[in-house]
């Protein structure tokens, strides 16, 4: 098996008040260690065994008799890089390079917020919220359930949790309070500013992306990584 176990890259009650303890509890060892550890299960003694996460995910996207295995390895990157997207540090405006891709495509930090919140509450049901790096630029899109941009060709740089587990215990059905709470106190800028370095973006000259390659690190990184 060539996947790591799921980590969280900080304690459980760091990122209170935003986000409980109780519900990282929960989270972390009720949804996604349950989709980890079903996932194995699914993959253990089959010839997919040998794969990267990213790597399984792209082979079962498109087979309707592996799909119940590609979404619960769908669900183990998502929160992977979910995790990653939050600090105890983090929140407010994007700075370094992401910063300024951020001014470049939405042209202040009040307008990427109010697109960004926006298409949360436009998400009906369980999904993602996410912002990726689509043919040299950003991205706002939702997805549903355990659905992943991985297999669209984009790289994820942040991803936000958009199912109730997420939230309602700390928020209830208000959505829109967990979105801002994300944005204000949460938010973690590094992780994207570092895929996007591995990317190539802002070197010169400038280049959409480096390589094919970098952009399959960036990618597989961004999911794995742990601060
Ligand atoms: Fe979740």
């Known amino acids: 098996m060539n996947i790591e176990s799921p980590a969280m890259p900080y304690n459980f009650a760091d990122l209170e008040p935003a986000i409980s303890r109780d519900t990282l ?15 194995l299960a699914l993959v253990r003694g089959t010839e997919l065994e040998p794969l990267s996460l990213v790597e399984l995910i792209r082979a ?3 087979n309707p008799a592996e799909h119940v295995l590609y979404r619960h390895a769908a669900e ?11 600090s ?6 994007a700075t370094g390079l992401i910063g300024e891709s951020l001014r470049e495509r939405f042209g202040s930090h009040d307008r990427f917020v109010r697109e960004f919140t926006d298409a949360a509450s436009a998400q009906f049901g369980s999904g993602w919220l996410w ?6 630029t950003l991205e706002i899109l939702t997805t549903s359930n355990a659905g992943t941009p991985l297999v669209r060709g984009d ?10 587990h997420a939230y309602y215990l700390d928020h209830q059905n208000r959505r829109s ?9 949460l938010i973690n800028w590094d992780t994207a500013n570092h895929t996007l370095a591995e990317l190539g973006v802002g070197s010169e000259p400038r280049v959409a992306t480096r390589s094919r390659a970098a952009a399959e690190e960036a ?6 990584r742990m601060p």
Do not use: I, K
């Open 25 to 39: 509890v929960l989270h972390f060892l009720r949804h996604q260690r349950v989709c980890f550890d079903r996932m």
């Open 155 to 164: 790289v994820p740089l942040l991803a936000l949790d958009l199912w109730e």
């Open 76 to 86: 183990v990157y998502n929160h992977n890089l979910y995790w990653n997207s939050m």
């Open 88 to 93: 105890p540090r983090g929140g407010g405006p």
């Open 131 to 136: 912002l990726v790096w689509r043919a040299g």
């Open 177 to 185: 309070a967990y979105v801002n709470a994300f944005l204000e106190e």
């Open 219 to 224: 990618v597989s990184a961004g999911g794995l």
């Open 60 to 62: 079962t996207e498109r």
